[in-house]
């Protein structure tokens, strides 16, 4: 096999979650340059729909559908349909997710600690909500995938988690350490099961990239700066510099690689957590 055929995606079928923004978007772009067919899902209707009709401008083989990955019947439902339509699923991204909001030391206005982030403070609806896009979301894409996958002995699926799933972030919370930490495993767990099939599940673990999430407060200078000053490598990534390690995972680049958590962040998780 040449290099080139091995990082190969042409004719793959692809379905990416979050597709609309930051790290999905740049998944999604990575494989349709590569000639994948690839099915966009987002809950954000007009973002999806602007960067699907962006791609598609651009000669792409794009479908887009608006979805909650919460929401486990609509995901069997679009899998089902994407599996009948190209005659298989090839590789999932199950990636979407959401700001969790505050954890117990990030700052308010005036720079001091907000009680209503403290653990004794931290609501039900919050837990659940983060628990629902970053863990439940995630064993409803893998299981859907799987059904399509293992039937065929092939198929890739690759996890977005975080450095949280390595090392709480004070600034983020304990309900998405735990959704990232329970996410990694079950990566693992279900890459051991499928193992046997041809069917590999893997994790990327990101640090710190410039992408619209919390309504895009990566994008403010002093924030970045910030952010950076706590990477041992001094700053936050381009989503660009992502690409590469998914063509990776979803090609037979990486064929006898599975239940792997690559960690992406200028050195992060090598700091220790601090309060
Ligand atoms: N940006 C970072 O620094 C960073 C670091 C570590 C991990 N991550 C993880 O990367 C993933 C992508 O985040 P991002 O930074 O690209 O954020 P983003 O906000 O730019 O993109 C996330 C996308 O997911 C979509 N989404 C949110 N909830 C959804 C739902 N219920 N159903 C379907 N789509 C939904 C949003 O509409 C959005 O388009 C997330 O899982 C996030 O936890 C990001």
Do not use: C
Not at 161 to 185: I, M
Not at 190 to 214: C, H
Not at 263 to 274: N, Q, T
């Amino acid at each position: 096999m040449t290099f080139e055929e091995a990082f190969s995606v042409a004719g793959v079928t692809v379905i990416v979650t979050g597709a609309a923004s930051g790290l999905g978007l740049a998944f999604t772009e990575a494989m349709a340059v590569g000639g994948a067919n690839v099915v966009m899902l987002d809950l954000n209707p007009r973002r999806l729909s602007t960067q699907a009709d962006r791609l598609k401008d651009l000669g792409y083989s794009i479908e887009s559908h608006v979805l909650n990955v919460s929401d486990r019947k609509a995901v069997d439902h679009i899998y089902d349909q994407v599996a009948a339509t190209y005659g298989g699923i090839d590789v999932v991204f199950s990636n979407a997710g959401i700001d969790p909001g505050p954890g117990f030391a990030a700052l308010n206005e005036d720079g001091e600690r907000d009680p209503a982030n403290y653990l004794e403070q931290y609501a039900d609806v919050r837990w659940q909500k983060v628990i629902s896009v970053s863990l439940d979301a995630v064993f409803y894409s893998i299981r859907a995938a799987a059904r399509h996958m293992r039937p065929r002995k092939s198929g890739s699926i690759i996890v977005t988690t975080s450095v949280s799933a390595l090392r709480p972030a004070v600034t983020l919370g304990a309900a998405y350490a735990a959704a990232k930490a329970g996410a990694a495993q079950l990566v693992r767990a279900t890459a051991l099961e499928l193992a046997s099939d041809g069917v590999r599940v893997n994790a990327i673990a990101p640090g710190p990239f410039e992408t619209d999430i919390g309504g895009g407060f990566m994008h403010q200078d002093e924030v970045r700066a910030k952010m950076a000053a706590g990477v041992p490598m001094g700053r936050v990534a381009d989503v660009e510099e992502i690409k590469p390690l998914a063509l990776y995972l979803a090609s037979r680049a990486s064929g006898f690689v599975t239940g792997q958590q690559f960690v992406i962040d200028g050195g992060l998780s090598l700091s220790a957590a601090r309060a």
